[in-house]
């Protein structure tokens, strides 16, 4: 049974940290995603690659997020410092591109992250 | 920025109610999605609509997609317990190389038994 990995699962770290989450996509997917989660914003898109080259990440703040692929098996996101306002679940979601109006999106269980 | 109001916001009824929770935008998409997320998992996809006016059925549950494809709505026959959780809808936009969903806030809904 396929499935999305990520870690950590969960993550407490102090205010200006580094953090970084690991995302395993399905194998043969070729589209990664990497959304946020918060109660008040929602299901955030903050990146997303295809065949690993970043395609979007206007998601992202630029300042201190980072997200990259280094192998068809290994997505990372980064944050440098981290800040509470931070805190948040981050997930990660594969996909396989063409069949755009049906792609389905599989989720990993997310990086539940505090930053104090 | 397309937006996508999902209402109501909370939803708590009886085993064997029904229930209609709605997805409205001002934006035209694509397609668009359902997902239901249990606590301390990611979003499962339950279904797509594409075409407008289509109406798909799994099992107690109903999803239809606007005329006009702005909008969506989600009844779910007899409630059961086991249908708790977060749902989401997600809009896509696609063209070219590019696809990507912009989901709502969803509906948080909870079957008592």
């Known amino acids: 049974d396929a499935r999305v990995t990520q870690t950590p699962r969960h993550k407490v770290t102090e205010m200006g940290q580094e953090v970084t989450m690991r995302c395993q996509p399905i194998l043969g997917h070729n589209t990664v995603f990497w959304y946020r989660q918060t109660m008040m914003q929602g299901l955030e898109l903050l990146a997303y690659f295809r065949n690993r080259a970043p395609l979007d990440d206007s998601g992202m703040p630029k300042d201190r997020f980072s997200a990259e692929m280094p192998d068809a098996t290994l997505a990372t996101l980064k944050i440098q410092p981290s800040e509470p306002r931070d805190s948040a679940v981050y997930f990660c979601?594969?996909?396989?591109?063409?069949?755009?109006?049906?792609?389905?999106?599989?989720f990993g269980p997310g990086t539940r992250l505090l930053v104090l | 920025t397309q937006l996508l109001e999902q209402s109501p916001q909370f939803l708590s009824i009886q085993e064997g109610e029904n229930l209609t929770v709605y997805c409205n935008s001002s934006?035209?998409?694509?397609?668009l999605q359902w997902y239901r997320q249990e606590p301390g998992e990611g979003p499962v996809l339950l279904v797509t609509v594409v075409t407008g006016g289509e109406v798909k059925k799994l099992k107690r549950l109903t999803f239809q997609f606007g005329d006009a494809r702005k909008d969506s709505s989600l009844h779910i026959t007899a409630a059961q317990p086991g249908d708790t959780g977060l749902y989401l809808c997600?809009?896509?936009?696609?063209?070219?190389?590019?696809?990507?969903?912009?989901f709502g806030k969803g509906t948080l809904l909870t079957v008592n038994p």
């Open positions: 934006s035209v998409f694509s397609s």
């Open positions: 979601a594969s996909g396989l591109v063409p069949l755009l109006q049906k792609e389905t999106q599989y």
């Open positions: 997600a809009g896509a936009i696609s063209g070219g190389s590019n696809y990507k969903l912009t």
